[in-house]
């Protein structure tokens, strides 16, 4: 018998599964990284359009500036210009916020309404965010609710505006508190289980459904306090 010769053999182990995870946390860490730096620099530009008291853009302006910068987003979402695109967006959408928040900071009591408004939007996200990374529940199940729901409150939405209905834009705005709460947690959980794996995308889609949670809630809480 050889005493030289090893008696056991390393064994190949599989490595895909913990390449899988690895790819998974990269795309989460860099998902929250890029949205913390957009959503400081849509602040930035919110604050400035209230500082220079900038005037709203107008509602095609608005939305020829967001699917034109949400197209170019997805041209561009695997190259470096893809980073620079979603700031372009993100600051344009903090732009059109500016004018909407000096509206409500106008009214005796607007400060408050646009700190609660914060505030929830807040509790909202960090809730449902920790809640799907804690569980790691699949909600791809509400992809395609969500995306019939968000289509159908949008085109109401714009028929809210168009026609000045103060009462089916409350209830769009409540509607959108449902899908953007719903939207954080199938995103989330996409980007879990390997659905999402592109970060930029990722980032986009939690950005504006915070965007859309805070501006619904600003509108329904502004409406309850003029109501009192």
């Keep these: 018998m050889n005493l030289n010769q090893p008696r056991a053999r390393a ?26 730096l957009t959503l400081a620099f849509a602040a ?5 359009a209230v500082a220079l008291k900038l005037p709203h853009p107008g509602i095609l302006l ?15 979402k695997n ?21 909407v928040i000096s509206r409500y900071l106008g009214l005796p009591n607007g400060g408050e309404i646009v700190m609660q408004a914060m505030g929830g939007t807040a509790a909202i996200f ?14 791809s199940f509400m992809g395609g609710f969500l995306m019939v729901g968000i289509l159908l409150a949008f085109l109401a939405g714009l028929a ?12 769009v705005s409540a509607a959108f508190v449902l899908l953007m709460s719903g939207l954080i947690l199938y995103e989330t959980g996409n980007i879990i289980h390997g659905g999402e794996t592109n970060y930029v995308l990722a980032t986009v889609t939690l950005f504006v459904s915070i965007f859309n949670l805070f501006t619904s809630l600003l509108q329904l809480l502004g409406f309850a306090s003029n109501g009192d």
């Design 62 to 76: 608005t939305l020829g500036g967001f699917f034109g910068l949400l197209f170019a987003v997805h041209k561009l």
């Design 11 to 36: 064994i190949a182990l599989p490595t895909g599964g913990a390449e899988s995870v690895l790819a998974t946390n990269k795309v989460i860490r860099n998902t929250y990284l890029l949205l913390s």
């Design 126 to 139: 960090v809730g449902l965010s920790a809640y799907a990374l804690t569980t790691k529940k699949d909600f």
């Design 79 to 99: 190259s470096g210009w893809g980073i620079l695109a979603v700031f372009a967006l993100t600051g344009f959408m903090g732009y059109t916020l500016g004018p």
């Design 44 to 48: 930035v530009t919110a604050g400035a």
């Design 160 to 171: 809210a505006i168009f026609f000045e209905i103060p009462a089916l834009s409350l209830t």
